[in-house]
């Protein structure tokens, strides 16, 4: 197993494909062991939260984060855990 990793997915989601089609830009910070994962994940949460089907949805860039450099902080807070407990 490697160590998971904060990647920066930057894109654009077409929202209204059929009435009035607007691409919306989007910026989404997820933890990932690889970039394709990041990109599958981004994906699945976009689709899901927006009702969006995937090819409605661009990634133009997927870059690797230092967790200092990240604004969202539940991702911060997730990379700080050493483990997780069930109850």
Known sequence: MGDVKIYLVEGKML?????????????????????EHAI???????????????????????VEVPPEEVEDLQVVELSKLKGWVKP
């Open 15 to 35: 929202i209204r494909p059929y009435k009035m089609p607007e691409w919306w830009p989007f910026r989404k910070y997820v933890r990932a062991l690889k970039p």
């Open 40 to 62: 599958e994940k981004v994906l699945s949460e976009l689709g899901s939260n927006h009702k969006i089907k995937r090819f409605h949805i661009r990634i133009e860039k997927v």
